[in-house]
């Protein structure tokens, strides 16, 4: 069992989440995986090399299912490694832009309920 991953917030007050993402990868990017969920102007680092997809990987190994068996969601640019390692992959239509732009499909937002719109057709019997 791998160690449990600690995480670090950061906040700058004036600078906007990706204007602060692309100063954190600079300095960062060669000892933590630096990102963030939100636009409140917060950047997160955690571990090097640990993500989404690299849970979502092992997730699925340990099942038997392959990366094209595998269907991603997101919405904000801590979810961008899943659908560059998912078979296909969704962001909500109010999707951060990087997002938007690495995603396969886009579906209603998040508001409309477009996740579960996406899951309901593909899974029409609840299976």
Avoid: C
Wanted: charge should be negative; aromatic fraction near 4%.
């Amino acid at each position: 069992m791998e160690p449990p991953g600690p995480q670090l917030v950061g906040r700058q007050p004036h600078l906007s989440a990706d204007e602060l993402l692309a100063l954190a990868a600079l300095e960062l990017a060669d000892l933590v995986t630096v990102y963030h969920s939100n636009g409140e102007r917060l950047v997160e680092a955690i571990a090097a090399g640990v993500s989404k997809a690299h849970a979502l990987r092992h997730f699925a190994a340990d099942r038997g299912i392959t990366a094209v068996e595998t269907m991603a969601f997101g919405d904000m640019p801590n979810d961008l490694p899943m659908p560059a390692w998912a078979g296909t992959s969704y962001a909500v239509a109010n999707a951060h832009p990087s997002v938007l732009d690495a995603v396969t499909h886009v579906t209603l937002s998040n508001d409309q309920d477009g996740v579960a719109q996406v899951i309901e057709r593909h899974f029409p019997e609840g299976r």
